[in-house]
């Protein structure tokens, strides 16, 4: 016993890191006797009254308490103490357990987050209804629209739960040394947890609590003082354990106890082999697995460039509003120069700066490109040499840099995803659907308003107008460059949308909006969706609110969720660009021992998207008598009323689905010429060139301008034309 007491005093008085958490006062609050630390079971989904707990002193002790909770100030009354016999007391747990003396609080997340954790291995003494079961506690998931619906926001126990708990199993002993808490997501309510104690197990059975060591008490953490903000709480001493409970002791008043958690924990040895092997989240490629920020960022950059000076360019577009450059990778056999028939191709990440995952994907494909071209791997060779790559890792530098230094767990669901102006990049861009589908209303399409290339308004580009310095950027940069393929890589999901993301009926939440290139834009989605390990894992469960793999992992984004002034509209209308957004992962900033598995489950997928851009037709439109190519003449494809036009040297590249198609060359100055292009199902675009010859007006301007005489063919041509016109 003093030996016991000796130990406890020698203990450094150590408290759980509160982030965003309410008064530290609450951790000296006697630990109620119902969820004392020597003995307890689990409570049935029913709560019964509960005997009082065994104490070691042949006495019970049973607290009644009441608690009125404002904001972050807590009124304890008490009543008065009961004591009855108890029975013969089982020895704490945590005695027999060789723990570690030394606190390591830099173990990851067990995987609550990111879904590593199943939804079997989570229990609770109670639910409120199935859409705030067990399954439902985990840090950053989303609530759908409907409150009682089967998404719901979090965890809530029953409001009769005098006792209520939510427990994981980690599925074998794991050194736990923390804890993340956050409230329940709601549009309509307000719930969350403002302090808990903290319980183990190795049967679920018998449990000990963690102590303060200070006091020798059960230790109650300070929680949460809003919904979203994630709050860490260190434990005093890690504790190894299959199972971790934690015990809600107060919450909100007039609230419930809601909410979402992360386990923080480091894996420990198995040397007799008791328990399954975990799966290895890991890789074979020798990649730099781990988060970048700026500086990283451009470091490692510098390094591939370093590697492969031959095939690799980097550039910049732009700088944010902090003044950090937006840099760009260019990868191509010949970096630096647009190589007439070679299409260009973007992937763009880091638009929200809280989803890093895209960011560290496109680090990652830098690096891989370049060692496998070096090491001769001839799928890697042939993409450099057929086309010219464009990697945009951080499109918004200033959001990318406010979550990294939140940390990965710690960042929560928006911080960091504006822009430092607090504009989001991604409704940013020109509305050009509204003007479109105006003109299309009035019957004006395509003949007086085009179907493509539609210019910016004049509201946009006014000086006093909302643009981002990024968001120009990036309009000038897809100016500069004729792209055919992109992709926006986002996180948080597990879908590809397509456009159009806007929905045609004004102030619609959502509505199937297609474009004219449905067929082509559902092809993009299905394939990285279909190539996709995570999309295509048939045990996986839903990330938040919707059942995407009902579809096929791929949707139309304006009848997910109308985004006016996207990316992915904006390209498509305004340039020849077809563009999809990748929602890559649940997690939007996943703890970096999960990159290596990330890399594995999207390192197919990129490449294979990459090599869509070979599927239509491709050609020069060149003129008849110089065989010059023609820029800008326009490529139009019967039943499709979207153009796509040449790039300076005449070249096009016009993406579609195979069958077959009529289509049109036309420029100004030239003689439209029609033909018919079949695209098969045969790996590679097919060839379709044309031949324009010049109007005989045209010539005669040419042949002035030049002060050159005019031909007697010529010179007749233009005699019949009068005649005809007379």
Same mark, same amino acid.
């Given at each position: 016993?003093?030996?016991?007491?000796?130990?406890?005093?020698?203990?450094?008085?150590?408290?759980?890191?509160?982030?965003?958490?309410?008064?530290?006062?609450?951790?000296?609050?006697?630990?109620?006797?119902?969820?004392?630390?020597?003995?307890?079971?689990?409570?049935?989904?029913?709560?019964?009254?509960?005997?009082?707990?065994?104490?070691?002193?042949?006495?019970?002790? @049973?607290?009644?308490?009441? %608690?009125?909770?404002?904001?972050?100030? #807590? *009124? =304890?009354?008490?009543?008065?103490? $009961?004591? !009855?016999?108890?029975?013969?007391?089982?020895?704490?747990?945590?005695?027999?357990?060789?723990?570690?003396?030394?606190?390591?609080?830099?173990?990851?997340?067990?995987?609550?987050?990111?879904?590593?954790?199943?939804?079997?291995?989570?229990?609770?003494?109670?639910?409120?209804?199935?859409?705030?079961?067990?399954?439902?506690?985990?840090?950053?998931?989303?609530?759908?629209?409907?409150?009682?619906?089967?998404?719901?926001?979090?965890?809530?126990?029953?409001?009769?739960?005098?006792?209520?708990?939510? @427990?994981?199993?980690?599925? %074998?002993?794991?050194?736990?040394?923390? #804890? *993340? =808490?956050?409230?329940?997501?709601? $549009?309509? !309510?307000?719930?969350?947890?403002?302090?808990?104690?903290?319980?183990?197990?190795?049967?679920?059975?018998?449990?000990?609590?963690?102590?303060?060591?200070?006091?020798?008490?059960?230790?109650?953490?300070?929680?949460?003082?809003?919904?979203?903000?994630?709050?860490?709480?260190?434990?005093?001493?890690?504790?190894?354990?299959?199972?971790?409970?934690?015990?809600?002791?107060?919450?909100?008043?007039?609230?419930?106890?809601?909410?979402?958690?992360?386990?923080?924990?480091?894996?420990?040895?198995?040397?007799?082999?008791?328990?399954?092997?975990?799966?290895?989240?890991?890789?074979?490629?020798?990649?730099?697995?781990?988060?970048?920020?700026?500086?990283?960022?451009?470091?490692?950059?510098?390094?591939?460039?370093?590697?492969?000076?031959?095939?690799?360019?980097?550039?910049?577009?732009?700088?944010?509003?902090?003044?950090?450059?937006?840099?760009?990778?260019?990868?191509?056999?010949?970096?630096?120069?647009?190589?007439?028939?070679?299409?260009?191709?973007?992937?763009?990440?880091?638009?929200?700066?809280?989803?890093?995952?895209?960011?560290?994907?496109?680090?990652?494909?830098?690096?891989?490109?370049?060692?496998?071209?070096?090491?001769?791997?001839?799928?890697?060779?042939?993409?450099?040499?057929?086309?010219?790559?464009?990697?945009?890792?951080?499109?918004?530098?200033?959001?990318?840099?406010?979550?990294?230094?939140?940390?990965?767990?710690?960042?929560?669901?928006?911080?960091?995803?504006?822009?430092?102006?607090?504009?989001?990049?991604?409704?940013?861009?020109?509305?050009?659907?509204?003007?479109?589908?105006?003109?299309?209303?009035?019957?004006?399409?395509?003949?007086?308003?085009?179907?493509?290339?539609?210019?910016?308004?004049?509201?946009?580009?006014?000086?006093?107008?909302?643009?981002?310095?990024?968001?120009?950027?990036?309009?000038?940069?897809?100016?500069?460059?004729?792209?055919?393929?992109?992709?926006?890589?986002?996180?948080?999901?597990?879908?590809?949308?397509?456009?159009?993301?806007?929905?045609?009926?004004?102030?619609?939440?959502?509505?199937?909006?297609?474009?004219?290139?449905?067929?082509?834009?559902?092809?993009?989605?299905?394939?990285?969706?279909?190539?996709?390990?995570?999309?295509?894992?048939?045990?996986?469960?839903?990330?938040?609110?919707?059942?995407?793999?009902?579809?096929?992992?791929?949707?139309?984004?304006?009848?997910?969720?109308?985004?006016?002034?996207?990316?992915?509209?904006?390209?498509?209308?305004?340039?020849?660009?077809?563009?999809?957004?990748?929602?890559?992962?649940?997690?939007?900033?996943?703890?970096?021992?999960?990159?290596?598995?990330?890399?594995?489950?999207?390192?197919?997928?990129?490449?294979?998207?990459?090599?869509?851009?070979?599927?239509?037709?491709?050609?020069?439109?060149?003129?008849?008598?110089?065989?010059?190519?023609?820029?800008?003449?326009?490529?139009?494809?019967?039943?499709?009323?979207?153009?796509?036009?040449?790039?300076?040297?005449?070249?096009?590249?016009?993406?579609?689905?195979?069958?077959?198609?009529?289509?049109?060359?036309?420029?100004?100055?030239?003689?439209?010429?029609?033909?018919?292009?079949?695209?098969?199902?045969?790996?590679?675009?097919?060839?379709?060139?044309?031949?324009?010859?010049?109007?005989?007006?045209?010539?005669?301007?040419?042949?002035?301008?030049?002060?050159?005489?005019?031909?007697?063919?010529?010179?007749?041509?233009?005699?019949?034309?009068?005649?005809?016109?007379?």
């Amino acid at each position: 016993m003093w030996g016991l007491l000796f130990a406890l005093a020698a203990c450094a008085p150590t408290i759980g890191l509160g982030l965003g958490a309410p008064s530290a006062s609450v951790l000296d609050l006697a630990p109620p006797a119902t969820t004392g630390a020597s003995v307890s079971t689990p409570a049935p989904r029913s709560i019964p009254a509960q005997p009082p707990v065994e104490k070691k002193n042949g006495t019970t002790g @049973q607290r009644v308490r009441i %608690r009125i909770i404002k904001k972050k100030k #807590i *009124i =304890t009354r008490k009543k008065k103490k $009961i004591t !009855r016999p108890s029975p013969p007391v089982t020895a704490n747990p945590a005695r027999t357990l060789d723990l570690p003396k030394e606190q390591k609080p830099d173990c990851p997340p067990l995987g609550l987050e990111s879904l590593r954790v199943s939804d079997g291995q989570l229990e609770a003494s109670s639910s409120q209804s199935f859409g705030l079961g067990p399954h439902r506690g985990r840090l950053n998931i989303q609530s759908g629209l409907e409150d009682g619906d089967l998404y719901d926001g979090a965890w809530c126990a029953e409001q009769q739960d005098a006792e209520p708990w939510l @427990q994981v199993d980690a599925g %074998r002993p794991t050194r736990f040394s923390g #804890i *993340i =808490t956050q409230g329940r997501n709601s $549009i309509w !309510r307000y719930d969350w947890v403002t302090s808990y104690k903290v319980q183990f197990s190795n049967d679920s059975r018998s449990w000990w609590g963690s102590r303060n060591c200070s006091s020798g008490m059960d230790a109650i953490f300070p929680a949460n003082s809003d919904p979203e903000t994630p709050v860490l709480n260190l434990l005093p001493e890690p504790q190894v354990a299959r199972y971790i409970r934690l015990l809600p002791q107060t919450w909100l008043e007039g609230g419930a106890s809601c909410l979402r958690a992360e386990i923080l924990a480091c894996p420990v040895s198995d040397p007799n082999g008791l328990f399954p092997e975990a799966p290895a989240l890991g890789s074979s490629d020798p990649l730099d697995f781990r988060h970048h920020d700026y500086k990283a960022m451009r470091k490692l950059m510098k390094q591939v460039n370093e590697q492969c000076p031959n095939i690799t360019r980097i550039y910049s577009i732009g700088k944010s509003h902090q003044g950090l450059k937006l840099y760009v990778m260019e990868m191509s056999d010949h970096p630096g120069e647009h190589e007439l028939g070679e299409p260009e191709v973007r992937y763009v990440a880091g638009m929200h700066g809280n989803e890093a995952l895209g960011r560290e994907l496109l680090l990652l494909l830098m690096q891989f490109l370049c060692r496998e071209f070096q090491r001769g791997n001839p799928r890697v060779t042939r993409l450099l040499t057929e086309m010219r790559l464009h990697l945009l890792p951080s499109m918004n530098p200033d959001g990318y840099e406010t979550a990294y230094r939140r940390g990965s767990e710690l960042v929560g669901w928006v911080e960091g995803r504006w822009n430092y102006q607090g504009i989001d990049l991604n409704h940013n861009f020109a509305d050009l659907n509204t003007p479109l589908w105006d003109a299309e209303d009035g019957g004006l399409v395509p003949h007086t308003v085009p179907n493509h290339h539609l210019p910016l308004p004049t509201y946009y580009t006014l000086p006093n107008a909302t643009v981002a310095p990024e968001t120009w950027a990036v309009i000038e940069w897809m100016k500069r460059i004729p792209f055919v393929l992109s992709a926006n890589l986002h996180g948080g999901e597990l879908v590809v949308s397509y456009p159009f993301d806007m929905t045609r009926t004004p102030w619609a939440a959502r509505e199937l909006t297609p474009t004219p290139d449905d067929a082509v834009f559902r092809w993009l989605s299905t394939v990285y969706a279909g190539t996709s390990r995570a999309m295509q894992d048939l045990d996986r469960r839903t990330c938040h609110n919707q059942d995407f793999s009902l579809h096929g992992n791929v949707i139309n984004g304006a009848d997910w969720h109308t985004v006016p002034g996207s990316m992915n509209d904006f390209s498509y209308l305004h340039t020849n660009c077809f563009e999809v957004t990748v929602e890559l992962s649940c997690d939007k900033f996943p703890h970096e021992n999960e990159l290596p598995q990330e890399w594995e489950n999207n390192k197919d997928a990129l490449l294979t998207y990459l090599e869509q851009v070979r599927m239509g037709i491709t050609g020069v439109v060149r003129d008849k008598d110089t065989e010059l190519g023609i820029a800008d003449a326009v490529i139009a494809v019967d039943g499709i009323n979207h153009d796509v036009t040449t790039a300076w040297g005449g070249d096009y590249w016009r993406l579609l689905t195979p069958g077959d198609y009529v289509v049109t060359a036309s420029a100004e100055g030239y003689h439209s010429v029609t033909r018919s292009c079949r695209v098969t199902f045969e790996e590679g675009p097919v060839p379709c060139n044309f031949h324009l010859t010049k109007t005989p007006k045209q010539r005669l301007r040419e042949l002035l301008a030049a002060g050159a005489k005019v031909p007697p063919d010529l010179r007749r041509r233009l005699e019949r034309l009068k005649k005809q016109k007379n």
